[in-house]
Structures are given as C-alpha cells and as structure tokens.
C-alpha cells in the first residue's frame, strides 16, 4: 500500500533558488495538506485542498505555493528559498473529518527534508 | 484562540515502569481530539481518535481517555519500541460544520530503556 508518498526525501537549496515539493496518495482521499514540522514547535498547515482545483491557506502559507489539478497530487512550490524555509515538510491526506467510522483520520507521508543555505 | 499543550517534553522510563502524557487543549468546541505516534525521520503514525468527554480507546500498552480539558495517553508496562514522539491535535467545531484541520501540540518525546 502507497499511502501518500512525497519526493524528494532530502534537497539543499540555495537562498533565492525555487523547488517543488511532490506529493501523490493513492487513497481517492478529497482533502490533502502540506505541514511543516519545525524542532519544538509542532506541526503547522501551510496549505489544504478540499478538492481538485480548490486550494486554502493554513496557518504559515508565506513564501509557498500549491495547486491541485487532480485528486492524487498537491504539489508545494517555493518560489525564492529562505533559511526560515529550513523544515521537514509532510504532505497529508484524508476523508472529511468528523464521522465516526474507523481510519477517520489524516494520513501523512514520510516527509522531506529541505536545509536552505 | 484554539490551542494545545502537551505535557511533559520528554519523558524517560524503564521498561516496564508504567506512565501517562498528557495533552490540554482550548477550543471552541471539540469534534476530535487525535493521537499520533511518530519515529524518528518517519511521518506521524495515526493512533486513536476521541470524539466526547469520557470516552476511552486501547491499543496494545496503549490506552487514551478524554476529559472535557484534556486527554491522557497512558502507557502500561512500556517497552523499549515503544520509543518515539507522541503527538496529540484537535479538530475544531465551527459554525456552519468542523474544520478539517487539526492544530497539532508539540509532542513528548518517550525514551524506554530496557
């Protein structure tokens, strides 16, 4: 089972280069996220989508981009590379959350870990 | 502002020395408190979801409760796998229907040694 899967694993940038960041699941899940997870200070939502073509900012969208032209991918852009960039990033996908079945949750990747120098 | 502590930082047993965490939360109204367990270089691992004040869910060691404040994942009898970042979140309740995102606390960090 893929789950969510998100490349690269790890990537060097240099300050003022652009990336994007991959994410595909293969779930059929409506929702997916991008999370940046910085040393003690927990997972913050950079961006959702609650469909193919619709798209929201979280909490700490600054600096990003996405777009989400189909179901299975959330592509996260960066478009000029910061040091506060510096993050392991995961993508994430789910259902709507709040019923009650079983597996009602949000399914992450094993993250990427970008260092900007 | 809808927020989550989780208490303590980090905590370190001996196998087999039984525990709890702790997870507080402030929010306007609960839809979901979630449990999550993640290794190191690994994306968080989906534990246990609890829904309403009083309900209680086990998995193998582990077992979390929910109180209207706050939620405790206990661990009986731990051991050394069971090392790893437990994460708590919630999802909110909003008008017009729940959020589908979670706000995340910054997790506990648990060390068992053998």
């Known amino acids: 089972n893929a789950g969510v899967t998100q490349t690269p694993k790890f990537r060097i940038l240099k300050i003022g280069q652009s990336m994007t960041l991959q994410c595909t699941q293969d779930m059929n899940h409506n929702y997916m996220y991008w999370y940046r997870q910085d040393p003690g200070m927990g997972l913050k939502l950079i961006y959702y989508?609650?469909?193919?073509?619709?798209?929201d900012k979280g909490e700490v969208p600054n600096g990003y981009n996405v777009s989400r032209s189909t179901t299975e991918d959330f592509p996260l852009r960066l478009e000029l590379a910061a040091p506060s960039q510096t993050s392991v990033y995961f993508c994430?996908?789910?259902?709507?959350?709040?019923?009650?079945?079983?597996?009602?949750?949000?399914?992450f990747g094993e993250g990427s870990w970008l260092t900007v120098v | 502002e809808d927020q989550v502590t989780q208490s303590p930082e980090a905590l370190r047993l001996q196998e087999g020395e039984s525990s709890s965490l702790n997870c507080s939360y402030t929010?306007?109204?609960?839809?979901?408190l979630f449990w999550y367990r993640q290794d190191p270089g690994k994306g968080p691992e989906f534990l246990f979801t609890?829904?309403?004040a009083g309900e209680e869910k086990e998995k193998e060691r582990l077992k979390a409760t929910l109180t209207k404040k706050e939620s405790f994942l206990h661990i009986t009898a731990p051991k050394p796998e069971d090392s790893a970042t437990y994460l708590c979140?919630?999802?909110?309740?909003?008008?017009?229907?729940?959020?589908?995102?979670?706000?995340f606390g910054t997790g506990t960090l648990l060390a068992v040694q053998p």
């Open positions: 989508s609650v469909g193919a073509g619709i798209t």
């Open positions: 929010v306007s109204g609960l839809r979901g």
């Open positions: 979140a919630v999802q909110a309740r909003r008008v017009g229907g729940a959020t589908n995102k979670l706000i």
């Open positions: 994430a996908s789910s259902y709507p959350l709040g019923s009650r079945s079983s597996g009602n949750t949000i399914y």
């Open positions: 609890l829904y309403s």
